[in-house]
Structure formats: C-alpha cells, structure tokens
C-alpha cells in the first residue's frame, strides 16, 4: 500500500506522515479542537501512567493543565498496513508542561490509524520512553 498513489500524487506513507505531523503541529500550539479532529472518538494513549482517553486528554489541555512547546518526529518510521488500519511507529521528542511542570521526553511512539471517509484518524497511541 506504501507506493499506492493518492489523488494529490503523494504515497499513502507520504500522506500519513503529514497527517501525523499537522496533529503535532496542533499539539504544540495546545488546540484542543484541532487536536481532537485527529483521533477518532474512541482513541485512547498508554503510557506507563495507564490509559487516558481522548476524552481526559483533550480536558487537559482545554484547562490548561497540559501544554506542549516543542515535538518533532525523529529518525526514521515504520508504516505498516492492515487494510483500512495502518501502525506508525516513529520516535519522537517532545517538551511538555503539566501543572506548570515542565518535562523533555524522548519516546518511541505507535500510533494505529483507521482510514475512514476519506481521511486518517489515529484510535491509539502507545507510548514507551526510550532509555537514557
């Protein structure tokens, strides 16, 4: 499915990379609407704290609470397909604050994104710190 061209003549690889590139885009400018266009309604993040729901997440930085500064994707992803489901696997840095807190993180990050309706939304997002 990787070389399979869209109708803007770019790879399904090339279009779901810039898909996962707007979303942190939207992350670091903390916009929880544009933020919460990227993930279907069910999508959920683990991460050693547990689960978190779009729902919880996008709550967080509606109040607030949670801000991102800086994320880019590093290295060189993975893209797997599955019929309409796809899995991105990339590392990526980012600097986050919580509660005013701030945290440099360095993870390698799984996304599983279903293609419906014309576009890529993301259902999951696992998260694993890399080792310092």
């Given at each position: 499915m990787a070389t399979t061209r869209t109708s803007s003549g770019r790879t399904v690889d090339?279009?779901?990379?810039?898909?996962?590139?707007?979303w942190?885009?939207?992350?670091?400018?903390?916009?929880a609407d544009r933020i919460g266009s990227y993930m279907a309604d069910e999508w959920i993040m683990v991460s050693e704290n547990g689960m978190t729901t779009a729902e919880q997440f996008l709550a967080f930085v509606r109040s607030g609470d949670l801000t991102h500064?800086?994320?880019?994707?590093?290295?060189?992803?993975?893209?797997?397909?599955?019929?309409?489901l796809a899995l991105l696997t990339t590392r990526v840095t980012?600097?986050?604050?919580?509660?005013?807190?701030?945290?440099d993180?360095?993870?390698?990050?799984t996304d599983a994104f279903i293609h419906a309706d014309g576009r890529w939304r993301c259902v999951l997002t696992q998260i694993t710190a890399t080792k310092t």
């Amino acid at each position: 499915m990787a070389t399979t061209r869209t109708s803007s003549g770019r790879t399904v690889d090339d279009q779901l990379l810039a898909v996962l590139d707007e979303w942190q885009v939207a992350i670091v400018a903390n916009d929880a609407d544009r933020i919460g266009s990227y993930m279907a309604d069910e999508w959920i993040m683990v991460s050693e704290n547990g689960m978190t729901t779009a729902e919880q997440f996008l709550a967080f930085v509606r109040s607030g609470d949670l801000t991102h500064s800086a994320m880019k994707r590093v290295g060189e992803p993975r893209i797997r397909y599955h019929g309409e489901l796809a899995l991105l696997t990339t590392r990526v840095t980012n600097t986050a604050h919580y509660q005013g807190i701030r945290f440099d993180a360095d993870e390698w990050t799984t996304d599983a994104f279903i293609h419906a309706d014309g576009r890529w939304r993301c259902v999951l997002t696992q998260i694993t710190a890399t080792k310092t």
